[in-house]
C-alpha cells in the first residue's frame, strides 16, 4: 500500500509540474506580449462578420461596439438566421442608432444540410464579397470589441506566414452559479491548451482573404460543424500559421449552469475530435488526470480503513500539492488576464479570499463533468446547437436532421451559449 500511495504520490506532482510549465508559458505570452494597433496605411480592408440566431443578451453592445471601431475601413456583415429570429430586430435596432452606411444586413438563404447554420452563413457572407476586401475578422455575439480591437487582430498578417490571427475569451461572470464557476474554472485551462495547440477560436479571428479563396476553407465550411478548430491542420497544410494575439483575451459575462455547461463543453470536445490533430493528446490528459485523482481516493480510503498512517501521509500530500498549484496557477492566469484587460479600461473582478472554498469544490466538481463530457463526445454522433440537431458521422460528414426557425419562448440567456 505504502508503495502504491508514494507513485501516485509522485504522479500527482508531475502532473502539477506539467500544468505550471504550460501554465507559465501562456502567461509569460501574456505578459510580454503588448498590444501592436496596426497604423492606417497598412491597415487592409476588412469584412467584419456576425453570424446570428436568438437574441444573445450582449447583443446589442456587441454590434454598438463593432461600429466604434477606430479602424480606416471596414463593413460590419450581419447574416441572421431569418427576418422571423428575434436577433434580427435587435440587430436592426442596434444598427440604426449609428446610421452606418457600412452595414450589411441579411438573412441566411442557403441553408446547407451538410453544415451548420454558421458554416452556412460564412460560406453565403465569403461567396459576395467583392475584390476590394483583402481580410475577414468574425466575431460571436457575446464578443465586446474594445476601439482598436480589429488594428490588434488584424496586425498578424502583415507577416507573409500568417494567415489567420485569434484572440481567446475569459470568462468572468457577475453571477457566480456553480455553472458558471465551473465554466470559468474549465476555460482557464482550456485557454492554456488552446495556445499550446494553437487551436484558434472564432469569437475573434482574422484571416487572409487570399488565402481564403485560394484554399478549399469554403467548401470545407459547406461540410463542417464549425469553421476556427480546423483552421490550424489547413493552414499548416498550406505553409501558413495561427498568430495568437494575447491582448485579444476578450471578456464574457454571462451566466449558465451545469446542464448548459455539459452540453457546451461537450460541443467543443466534439469539434476538436473532428478536426484537430492534438485530439488524442487533449484526451488523454483528460482522462489520465481524471484517472490519477481517482486512484488517489481510493487508496485514500484504503489507507484510512487499514490506518496506514504513511500511505494516508503520502496520498493527502501528494493532492494537497496538486489542487495547491492548481489554485496558484488559476490566481497567476487570472491576474495576467485582468492587467491585460485594465490596460484597455474594462472593469475586471478578482478573486476574492471568502470565495475560495466554494472554488475549492468547483475544481473538484469541474474535474468530474468536464471527464463526463469527454467521454461522452468520444461517442457523440447527435448534437444540439441553437435548436439545430445535427448528425455527425465523421469531419466531412454533417447533416442537419432538421431545420426550425428560432422560437424565443423557453430559451434563456444561459441556454443559448450551450446551444
Same mark, same amino acid.
Given at each position: ?22 501554465? +507559465?508559458?501562456?502567461? =509569460? ?21 456576425? &453570424?446570428? +440566431?436568438?437574441?444573445?443578451?450582449? /447583443?446589442?453592445? &456587441? ?19 431569418? =427576418?422571423?429570429?428575434?436577433?434580427? =430586430?435587435? %440587430? #436592426?435596432?442596434?444598427? =440604426?442608432? !449609428? ?11 442557403? +441553408?446547407?444540410?451538410? &453544415? $451548420?447554420?454558421?458554416? $452556412? ?12 476586401? #483583402? ?16 488594428? #490588434? ?15 481567446? *475569451? ?9 455553472? @458558471? ?40 465550411? %459547406? ?23 494575447? $491582448? ?18 461537450? *460541443? ?41 498512517? !504513511?500511505?494516508?501521509?503520502? /496520498? ?11 489554485? %496558484? ?22 478573486? +476574492? ?60 440567456? @444561459? ?5
Amino acid at each position: 500500500m505504502t508503495a502504491w500511495a508514494f507513485a501516485t504520490f509522485w504522479a500527482f506532482l508531475s502532473i502539477a509540474v506539467g500544468q505550471a510549465v504550460m501554465a +507559465r508559458r501562456f502567461v =509569460r505570452t501574456l505578459r510580454h506580449t503588448p498590444a501592436k494597433p496596426l497604423a492606417d496605411p497598412p491597415c487592409p480592408k476588412t469584412a467584419v462578420i456576425l &453570424c446570428l +440566431r436568438g437574441p444573445d443578451p450582449f /447583443l446589442p453592445a &456587441c454590434i454598438d461596439a463593432v461600429l466604434r471601431q477606430d479602424y480606416p475601413e471596414y463593413d460590419l456583415h450581419i447574416v441572421v438566421d431569418s =427576418r422571423e429570429d428575434p436577433a434580427w =430586430r435587435i %440587430a #436592426e435596432q442596434a444598427v =440604426r442608432k !449609428h446610421a452606418a452606411s457600412t452595414v450589411h444586413m441579411k438573412p441566411l438563404t442557403a +441553408r446547407l444540410p451538410t &453544415c $451548420s447554420l454558421k458554416c $452556412s452563413s460564412l460560406v453565403q457572407v465569403i461567396s459576395d464579397l467583392d475584390g476590394s476586401y #483583402e481580410a475577414i475578422a468574425l466575431l460571436d455575439a457575446d464578443t465586446l470589441a474594445h476601439r482598436t480591437w480589429l488594428r #490588434e487582430l488584424v496586425a498578424p498578417l502583415a507577416d507573409d506566414r500568417v494567415a489567420a490571427a485569434t484572440g481567446n *475569451r475569459w470568462y468572468m461572470p457577475d453571477v457566480a452559479s456553480w455553472g @458558471s464557476l465551473i465554466r470559468r474554472l474549465w476555460n482557464a485551462a482550456a485557454v492554456v491548451h488552446m495556445h499550446l495547440f494553437q487551436i484558434p477560436w472564432g469569437g475573434t479571428l482574422a484571416l487572409k482573404l487570399s488565402v481564403v479563396r485560394r484554399s478549399d476553407l469554403l467548401e470545407r465550411w %459547406a461540410n463542417a460543424l464549425c469553421e476556427d478548430t480546423m483552421l490550424y491542420r489547413v493552414l499548416r497544410q498550406l505553409g501558413y500559421r495561427v498568430a495568437f494575439v494575447p $491582448s485579444l483575451m476578450m471578456v464574457n459575462r454571462e451566466h449558465c449552469g451545469i446542464e448548459d455547461f455539459f452540453r457546451w463543453v461537450r *460541443r467543443q470536445l466534439l469539434t476538436t475530435r473532428l478536426y484537430h490533430p492534438a485530439w488524442g493528446l487533449i484526451v488523454a490528459h483528460g482522462l489520465g488526470i481524471s484517472l490519477i485523482l481517482a486512484t488517489g481516493l481510493v487508496l485514500l480510503a484504503a489507507a484510512a480503513i487499514m490506518r496506514n498512517v !504513511h500511505a494516508a501521509a503520502w /496520498l493527502a500530500a501528494g493532492m494537497a500539492s496538486y489542487w495547491a498549484v492548481m489554485a %496558484a496557477l488559476l490566481t497567476t492566469l487570472d491576474e495576467g488576464v485582468r492587467r491585460n484587460l485594465q490596460t484597455r479600461g474594462e472593469i475586471t473582478t478578482s478573486m +476574492r479570499l471568502r470565495d475560495w472554498p466554494r472554488t475549492f469544490a468547483a475544481m473538484l466538481l469541474t474535474q468530474m463533468v468536464y471527464t463526463a463530457a469527454l467521454a461522452s463526445a468520444l461517442f457523440l454522433r447527435i448534437v444540439d446547437w441553437r435548436g439545430i440537431r445535427y448528425r455527425v458521422d465523421g469531419p466531412a460528414k454533417i447533416r442537419m436532421l432538421e431545420y426550425k426557425p428560432y422560437v424565443n419562448d423557453a430559451d434563456s440567456p @444561459s441556454a443559448l451559449q450551450s446551444l
